[in-house]
């Protein structure tokens, strides 16, 4: 399984972009694909994550509303809408396959098992 995400650049506050991540294969234990971040001196966040049939959606509180996860129709490649986008969204985006279970409901990097590079977004203020 290898994920490959694209879409990341220089971008202005208030800009819209979308990150695109393909995903070649599908791990036994993989349930959903999601977008996770990582700031300098930060740990990685959670942000979305969708299942692979598409129906499902979750979204960490601190982008819901600005931020939208989609499917394709051909299921392989998964989508980041970021909207009103802020300088403290300044970070590497990653996507993810999560091949673990949360016990609690929780979305957290722990339960993703499979990665893929990230790709740099920056934004100006």
């Known amino acids: 399984v290898q994920l490959q995400a694209s879409g990341g650049g220089l971008v202005q506050a208030g800009d819209s972009l979308t990150l695109s991540c393909v995903v070649s294969?599908?791990?036994?234990?993989?349930?959903?694909t999601g977008w996770l971040r990582q700031a300098p001196g930060e740990e990685r966040e959670f942000l979305a994550a969708?299942?692979?049939?598409?129906?499902?959606?979750y979204y960490a509180d601190s982008v819901k509303g600005r931020f939208g996860i989609s499917r394709g129709a051909a299921k392989n490649t998964v989508y980041l809408q970021m909207n009103n986008v802020r300088p403290e969204d300044t970070a590497v985006y990653y996507c993810?396959?999560?091949?673990?279970?949360?016990?609690?409901?929780?979305?957290?990097?722990?339960?993703?098992?499979?990665w893929g590079q990230g790709t740099q977004v920056t934004v100006s203020s």
């Open positions: 969708v299942t692979w049939s598409g129906d499902s959606t």
């Open positions: 993810a396959e999560a091949t673990r279970k949360s016990g609690d409901g929780i979305w957290d990097p722990f339960l993703f098992g499979i």
């Open positions: 294969g599908r791990a036994f234990n993989s349930y959903a």
